[in-house]
Nanobody, 123 residues
Framework: QVQLVESGGGLVRPGASLRLSCAISARTRGTLYMGWFRQAPGKERERVATISLSGRTTDYGDFVKGRFTISRDNAKNTADLQMNGLEPEDTAVYYC????????????????WGQGTQVTVSS
């Protein structure tokens, strides 16, 4: 059973930074394409960022505008999302996701989801 466990969410002021981390089950080490998605109240879930198996290829939603960075450490079996310049519009539940193919991950239909972590940006 693959498990993804997110951590690092919280309440911050506009302009602040947060780092989300996703711990991945050990037996999947380096074998899943990883991504972060988010869902705000009353809105559909949207893709924030994805990263390849090696970590060399990343992709981001248009709204990121260079503020977020996705990374992975296959030795530690983690996938992180560094978020800078947070705005109130970034308020959402953030989900870690893993998939055996990049196409299913990018389409928003990954094989595995984490339970989500709340990020709230408010003054």
């Amino acid at each position: 059973q693959v498990q993804l466990v997110e951590s690092g969410g919280g309440l911050v002021r506009p302009g602040a930074s947060l780092r989300l981390s996703c711990a991945i089950s050990a037996r999947t080490r380096g074998t899943l394409y990883m991504g972060w998605f988010r869902q705000a109240p009353g809105k559909e879930r949207e893709r924030v960022a994805t990263i390849s198996l090696s970590g060399r290829t990343t992709d981001y939603g248009d709204f990121v505008k260079g503020r977020f960075t996705i990374s992975r450490d296959n030795a530690k079996n983690t996938a992180d999302l560094q978020m800078n310049g947070l705005e109130p519009e970034d308020t959402a539940v953030y989900y870690c996701a893993g998939a055996t193919t990049m196409s299913t991950l990018a389409a928003g239909t990954p094989d595995y989801w984490g339970q989500g972590t709340q990020v709230t940006v408010s003054s």
